[in-house]
């Protein structure tokens, strides 16, 4: 158990519809990021939040939003889902704003749409 | 933005010495690491290097780091049927987080007994 926690495993889905998948980072991680990671594509950096504020943002789609809690969980939307957003979606969470440390990974999301 | 290319693919009998290539474009890379994903599972930190190294060491795992022609190479000594996995290069630029790690597209080892 690396520490981050992300819900569900699992998600299947229609296309047109839309999810929420959620990540509780690492006790005293104060940053979250969101990659996803696809056949083709390899890991795709998303997004990046540091104590409840965007710091980075990577290739993440308009139709893909997410935000950072106060109590540090993070939440990542998908909507209007289309087939090629079928991916396995991870968070990960470090101590720091940065690389420093690298980056602790949770056991991912895997969406499925149909 | 920075580009991190590795192969995709490597087969080696158990008990020989696997090594993993990388490159990276961006020359200010300053934190470099090896991330271990098996199946089912999410990515495991194995080990890094900054750039202010050569060479890293730990336990059968030695990083090797070329700053001038940017390559990063990862060794595996005795390799295990267990080593068999995905194995991610993420490099960093610094340390502000106005830029998260970037991964390469993984390398899959096959360890063959």
């Known amino acids: 158990d690396s520490g981050v926690t992300q819900t569900p495993k699992h998600l299947i889905t229609a296309t047109g519809q839309r999810v929420t998948l959620r990540c509780s980072p690492r006790s005293g991680d104060l940053s979250v990021y969101w990659y996803q990671q696809s056949l083709d594509q390899g890991l795709q950096f998303l997004i990046q939040y540091y104590n409840g504020e965007e710091r980075a943002k990577g290739n993440i789609l308009e139709r893909f939003s997410a935000q950072q809690f106060p109590d540090l969980h993070s939440e990542l939307n998908l909507s209007s889902l289309e087939l090629g957003d079928s991916a396995l979606y991870f968070c990960a969470s470090s101590a720091r704003q940065g690389s420093y440390y690298g980056y602790t990974f949770g056991s991912g999301t895997r969406l499925t749409v149909v | 933005g920075e580009d991190v290319e590795q192969s995709l693919f490597l087969s080696v009998r158990e008990g020989d010495s696997s090594v993993i290539n990388c490159t990276y474009t961006?020359?200010?890379?300053?934190?470099l690491y090896w991330y271990k994903q098996e199946p089912g599972a999410g990515l495991q930190l194995l080990t890094y290097i900054f750039s202010n190294m050569d060479m890293k060491q730990d336990q059968r795992l030695t990083v090797l780091l070329n700053k001038k022609d940017k390559h990063l190479s990862l060794r595996i000594a005795d390799t295990q049927t267990g080593d068999s996995a995905i194995y991610f290069c993420a490099v960093g630029v610094e340390d502000t987080g106005r830029r998260a790690l970037t991964f390469g597209s993984g390398t899959r080892l096959q360890v063959q007994p």
């Open positions: 961006d020359s200010s890379s300053t934190y």
